[in-house]
């Protein structure tokens, strides 16, 4: 799956360059927060990655969007007396979306695309003063759609979004720089 994720950010980066020649095609790249909301807070702690994306305008006052990033997630522990467990999660976010112009600054955003989610968790069991463990990793895709909204500080762009994934929702942070 990973050699899939690098050719599609390989082909959107050259034809990008191809196209920025020809259109008005413009980069971002940015620093990522993510905060999980519902069940997936339960399991998962604060998240942080970077991303990179294209822009291009398509309408007056709407622009295509792209991004590919990648999200770490804190480890979180779970246990009670006689149990552990431990989870840690990292996701790959591949959107498409577009982006309203309220006003010069101001704008409202939507994106679908999938995550790639990879996660582990690591279980401890103590009975009778015997200790036993195991490790379990899994790895899925999933639909996403993210709505928010965003301000342009000149080229610095910072934006909130709300991701609805099937388990795993979380409110993202980002800030990026425009080239």
């Known amino acids: 799956m990973k050699k899939v994720v690098y050719l599609f950010a390989a082909v959107v980066l ?3 360059l191809s196209l920025n020649a020809q259109s008005k095609l413009s980069f971002n790249a940015g620093a990522n927060a993510a905060l999980p909301m519902g069940s997936f ?3 998962a ?3 942080f990655g970077a991303s990179v994306g294209a822009e291009m305008p398509v309408a ?3 622009t295509g969007t792209a991004s590919v990033g990648y999200l770490m997630f804190g ?3 779970l246990g009670g007396t006689g149990f552990s467990a431990k989870s840690s999660f990292s996701a790959i976010p591949i959107l498409v979306g ?3 112009a309220f006003n ?4 409202g955003a939507a994106e679908v695309g999938f995550h790639l989610f990879s996660g582990t968790v690591k279980s401890e069991i103590t009975l009778f003063g015997s200790t036993t463990s195991a490790e379990a990793t899994e790895s899925t895709t999933d639909f996403t759609v993210g709505v928010g909204a965003g301000y342009m500080f000149g080229k610095l762009d910072v934006s909130a979004k709300y991701y609805l994934i099937s388990d795993a929702n979380y409110l993202g942070v ?3 720089y425009h080239f």
């Open 14 to 16: 050259f034809a990008g």
């Open 41 to 43: 807070a339960d399991v």
């Open 45 to 47: 702690g604060f998240g």
């Open 60 to 62: 007056d006052k709407i």
């Open 75 to 77: 480890e979180k522990e």
């Open 98 to 100: 577009s982006k309203y």
């Open 104 to 107: 010069d600054n101001f704008y």
């Open 174 to 176: 980002r800030v990026a």
